[in-house]
């Protein structure tokens, strides 16, 4: 059930309260049955919760209602969807981060926040041959059923972006600035083909919020918070790039880092996090190992089971002969992302296995 | 003491038995006081022992005889030693082994097997550039004061041994065959160049051993065994290098590799034992930091410590501002071996330090 629209349009008004992050806005809501009370809640209780005046006398400023009045218009519009923390819709892994985001503005399709998201990040400044192996990983995780999510940035976000679209893949750009002031502006006609592809666009912050230095480190938290894991695949050791990485391991979250050349400056990042811990990664597959596991804890396939009969052609390659996924891609004729995405649901139905990097049918 | 010299004859006896391996060997001289013991005992001892009746046989006959013999009378030459397991000068890391050589053969500067050692190990057929790679690295840690152990091979190998002889380092070439017949025939002047830049060549086998499959792998657990850490530099996944890191990671040695591209074939073995657990290597300065630990337990240092006065301009400029070995090697105008050299002794007397990848220079 959606929050009815007073409490909506009260946590809106705590989101436009200045200096509010999201530790301040979790303490008022846990000390208040809701944000209405909060709202209409003495000044002294919350100077009690070691709130700052302001924040108190601000509450009710003209400004803070019409911020929340613009986000309430801006809701009318079909495809734009307000996801305040704690109510379903949700997505359920970002959740659990201590700074979660009291609310997430989201235009396109948010089912997709809760759907089994990989996060790639990487260098502005990428090199050629980096952008490629984004975009190829891209293709091929969308391919096997991920969601790429990315920040809309130049370089390999940009790339990792592209690789979905053209799997047919399905896409999250988080943004650190407003929805309504997308950047690079250079990038808004890649975010409106993310939207027409049937992703989404995700920020935390007020939708006229312009491009500010301290916001992007902040969303990246939000890009790896929502995400199984983050693909690094090219970056300087000390790019924001591993700062998302390294927020993604103190979340918990899978490190994948692509190696390079030890003569390629690009690749010194990477090999930076593969020397602190992260999983090197040669081929998607890697990855698909690594997060075995983690799809039966995860939120349900973002590919609706195909009926087997389809990939009938597969199987009866792999009962013949044991084989790599590529080979199959080549015996089979067909893209490696289809092959790859078959194996992935055959796999979850018993009726193949992966061995040693080879992939066998099994028996009945 | 060395061991007298019938008990030396008696060792070679053992040693030349068809079918008698390092742990026979061992049980036999556990079981007896001496070799000597052993040969003189009846063959019910040995069969008690579970020695298979061949071998009591045998000790006695005309061609183990003439072994020992020929072993001998090679050892009449200068420059050439039979350091018998146990006894003094044979090498105390490989002593550590299950299966340590109860004899190894050596030609030239036995004294470098008690050094500290770094095994370099790679493909036979690899690239121009891993060949570069292979010899800037054994250049730089020969001159960091390491003894660089590889095995003769083509490849990587001789690209390593070549290295270390370029910065006038010291290098041990641990044979696959009897020090009589060098394998291959295209490696006989490297060997030679060993030699006559102080080197040493290797070998557990009788001294007129020709090349056979089964030495080969065998041999690779001497090079790891004499090593504090091996370092891989381009390999396929099914290389005799791999089998040499997984022996030495066994061994309780470090493992280092370096990486490349993701799409070339020579970094696939090396990224497979990244994955494994080996340490990623981008420059010496990676393996001079694993191996910090070590110094103080192994060995003395190779090089004498030149005295402090020499290095005054590296101090000079230290002082001056924190940098990195490569930034002192270009202020300086002196080679970066020779700088990394100096900083390890200067590191070792206190004088320097080496923190976040700069040095720099210490009070008093």
Redesign the interface.
Known sequence: MPLPPAELEARLRLHALPGFGPRRHRRLLEAFASASAALSAPASAWRALGLPAGCAEARRSAEVRQQAAMALAWLEQPQRQLLPLGEPGYPALLAELDDAPPLLFVEGEAALLEQPQLAMVGSRRASK?GLD?ARAFARQLAGAGFVITSGLALGIDGAAHRGALEASGKTVAVLGTGLQRIYPARHAPLAAEILAGGGALVSELPLDCPPQAGNFPRRNRIISGLSLGVLVVEASPSSGSLITARLAAEQGREVYA???????PG??GC?QL??DGA??V??IE?ILEALRGWQNIAPPQPVPPAPTGEWHPLLALLHAAPQTSEALALASGWPLARVLAALTELELDGLVACEGGRWLGCAG
Chains 1, 2 share one sequence.
């Not at 692509?258 to 390629?264: D, L, T, V």
Request: proline fraction near 11%; glycine fraction near 6%.
């Open positions: 041959p192996t692509i190696p390079g050349s030890i003569h390629h690749a010194r090999h593969i020397r999983t090197l040669e081929s890697h």
